[in-house]
């Protein structure tokens, strides 16, 4: 079975400070590993993914992410948040070998502050 | 550019009252799916299809039915309607890519209150 964990709920920060949103993952095999955005009334958008390759991945927006195998991490960072940044972000996990059926975290919501 | 296509966006319904969701996407992609959002539960999966003709079950696929009506729509039916059901709705399309991995677009969500 393959899960993921975003122990935060929300975050907040002060536009122009950088920001961390947090997620951990459980997969059995090689991890396949998305973030989604979710703007007010709005389906998801893909951010950046990571699926095999340099350990920092460059996304949307000036999102990235750092995979670290030995923690079982995918933290989403960006160097200077922004205020349009605020929404609700998603880590999503599969195992590679696998069918497309990703797992999904519950979400956390960033609100940057001005 | 229209991409994923759902409707309705709202919809109320009585206990016991059935309702289809309509999805539709114009990107002729082959795999498209259901899923459902509450809060504090993230995405789940509640139906997904592969390709035209076939389905399969997600994680939450009990009181849904599903429909590939062609490699365009797939839609969701409530067929008995119950407070638990009471989501946002949204359908997903997704292109592979030959590396190996995938990029799911989604519609704009359908809000379904069950009373």
């Known amino acids: 079975a393959q899960s993921v964990a975003q122990p935060e709920d929300q975050v907040n920060v002060a536009e122009g400070n950088p920001l961390t949103v947090k997620c951990t993952y459980s997969?059995?095999?090689?991890?396949?590993l998305f973030w989604y955005v979710q703007y007010p009334n709005r389906g998801l958008q893909f951010l950046l993914k990571?699926?095999?390759?340099?350990?920092l991945v460059k996304g949307s927006y000036g999102f990235e992410a750092e995979f670290n195998k030995s923690q079982t991490s995918f933290h989403l960072k960006k160097p200077s948040a922004l205020v349009s940044d605020s929404a609700l972000y998603f880590c999503?996990?599969?195992?590679?070998?696998?069918?497309?059926?990703?797992?999904f975290g519950k979400g956390t919501l960033l609100t940057v502050n001005p | 550019n229209a991409g994923v296509t759902q409707t309705p966006k709202f919809q109320v319904l009585k206990t016991g009252q059935s309702m289809t969701l309509q999805c539709a996407q114009d990107?002729?992609?082959?795999?498209m799916y259901w899923y459902r959002q509450d809060p504090g539960m993230g995405l789940r999966l509640i139906y997904y299809?592969?390709?035209?003709?076939?389905?399969d079950k997600g994680e939450v696929p009990n009181g849904y039915n599903v429909s590939r009506l062609n490699k365009r729509e797939f839609s969701l039916r409530l067929e008995s309607a119950a407070p638990s059901q009471t989501s946002v709705y949204f359908c997903?399309?997704?292109?592979?890519?030959?590396?190996?991995?995938?990029?799911?677009?989604f519609g704009s969500g359908t809000q379904l209150s069950v009373l």
């Open positions: 999503a996990v599969r195992d590679g070998g696998s069918n497309y059926k990703l797992t």
């Open positions: 997969v059995s095999g090689n991890p396949y």
């Open positions: 990107m002729n992609h082959n795999s």
């Open positions: 997903a399309s997704n292109i592979h890519f030959s590396q190996g991995w995938e990029k799911l677009f």
């Open positions: 990571y699926i095999t390759g340099d350990n």
């Open positions: 299809s592969a390709s035209e003709g076939t389905t």
